[in-house]
């Protein structure tokens, strides 16, 4: 399948998906390999580098790698996803509260099979929220998104079906 020539791809994309390409990263002439090794050792001499990195605070002195998740995308992801997975599963534990109060104060009668069908709803609510709070979150870094995310659900779906659809035919 040939890669759509306006779609930009996304910072956490890995950028080499040729095996060809990668075959030739790894085998990089002894010159290029030995800078980079010298360029560690630059780093390593640096004041920074004198705590161990296991003390040092996260993201001083680390960078990212370049096919992760960027930090303001995985923290918009996950507050869309407490608020389409929360808000559903707190529905279906009420749903059981609601319940208990109703019958146990003999106000409203039904069946307890209804209760079950009611919470199981909202936990499966609770469940696909999960995955559309991911989907519906915007992927870039610089835009934010709507409320609902409707319109990044949908770009967003289409991505992840065409790099399965890609991974499928590599």
């Not at 800078?35 to 560690?40: F, L, R, T």
């Not at 630059?42 to 161990?52: E, F, G, R």
């Not at 960078?63 to 930090?71: D, L, T």
């Not at 992840?160 to 890609?166: N, Y």
Request: hydrophobic content about 40%.
């Amino acid at each position: 399948m040939a890669s759509d020539p306006q779609r930009q791809s996304l910072p956490f994309e890995p950028k080499n998906t040729n095996k060809a390409n990668t075959q030739k990263t790894k085998t990089a002439p002894a010159k290029q390999t030995a800078a980079k090794g010298a360029a560690k050792d630059v780093t390593k001499a640096s004041p920074k580098s004198k705590i161990p990195a296991a003390l040092r605070p996260k993201g001083e002195g680390q960078r990212q790698p370049a096919n992760s998740i960027p930090e303001v995308v995985s923290r918009r992801m996950i507050r869309r996803m407490v608020a389409f997975s929360g808000i559903p599963t707190i529905l279906g534990l009420g749903v059981f509260v609601g319940a208990y109060l109703l019958i146990s104060r003999q106000i409203l009668e039904f069946p307890k099979s209804l209760v079950l069908v009611l919470s199981l709803a909202c936990f499966g609510l609770g469940f696909l929220g999960l995955s559309y709070g991911v989907l519906s979150a915007s992927w870039e870094e610089d835009t934010e998104g709507s409320l609902l995310g409707a319109t990044e659900f949908s770009l967003n779906f289409r991505r992840m079906i065409r790099a399965w659809k890609e991974a499928k035919q590599s």
